[in-house]
């Protein structure tokens, strides 16, 4: 078995994978000219890959999204593809939301411009009960997500395109399930595949079903958000002028954040640079060595659809 890396860190992906496949042939990207892979092991390949890769027989998607891989336009379209799927990175992005809901839930955004007036104020505290969390997408992560949120005593809802009954979180599905959910629910936290169903879901109608005083975590995709409809349904200012109470945004549609996008400006967005899930290698590598595995063996096994997008 050939297999052939494609990423920032491909020297630490060879390592792990060579430990756990001692019979493959390893190379990386850009190192050699003539290998030639039956698989490739990859986050954001490039074209020209695919175009010196003739014989693949599948790809591993070294992350959560295929957005990028499904949108290379040298993309096979006859060959297996198959993603990271949590692989530890549901605990991470769970922890990153929990913080976020507590930091709204709790105050903390108000707290923090009171402490720049110099102003001693107590709000009034709103129960978890009362505090209701909607989850869009209810995949490995999202179900995790959720999940964790009900553990900490939040009324969770959780939608998705198709029915799905999970212990513990009121499921919604569907255009109307999306509006039921959008009322209920003061933080929304986002959590689906970018897909051409989902570019631009949380829009300005979207935003308007949300009830006075609510906020926004966005750890998903950055094509989810219509930036220009969150800004108005922020406002201006420091004050909570908007719909919108604020959001706490790590994806973005153009990655790094572009320096004058007016994001970086609002002072009740907070910004973070795509962190909320990294990939514990250790736990994704062996979920790629089985996935290598289980394809050179014919196995069956869970692909990515590509036209669903996930």
Known sequence: MRILIHADDAALWKDRLASRLPSAEFAISGETRDFQADYLAAWKPPASLFEAQPALKGIVN?????????????????????????????????????????????????????????????????????????????????????HRLAEDGYPVHGWSRSPKTLKGITCHHGDDGLQTLLGQVTTLVTLL??????????DRNALAALPNGANLINPGRGTLIDEAALLEALGHGEEESGRLRGALLDAFPTEPLPEDSPLWRHPRLW????????????????????????????????????????
Request: aromatic fraction near 6%.
């Open 271 to 310: 910004i973070t640079p795509h962190m909320a899930g990294p990939t514990p290698i250790d736990d994704a590598a062996d979920q790629v060595a089985k996935a290598l595995t289980a394809m050179q063996a014919g196995e069956a096994i869970d692909t990515v659809d590509p036209k669903a997008g996930y």
């Open 62 to 146: 070294l992350g959560a999204g295929v957005d990028a891989l499904l949108n290379n336009p040298a993309l096979p379209r006859d060959i297996p593809i198959v993603k990271l799927r949590d692989a530890g990175m549901g605990e991470l992005i769970a922890d990153y939301v929990r913080y976020g809901v507590l930091h709204f839930q709790r105050d903390f955004d108000r707290y923090r411009r009171q402490q720049h007036r110099a102003t001693w104020h107590e709000h009034a505290l709103t129960p978890k009960r009362e505090w209701g969390v909607g989850v869009l997408g209810l995949g490995a992560i999202g179900y995790h997500v959720a």
């Open 193 to 202: 595949p970018d897909t051409p169903a989902t570019r631009g879901i949380i």
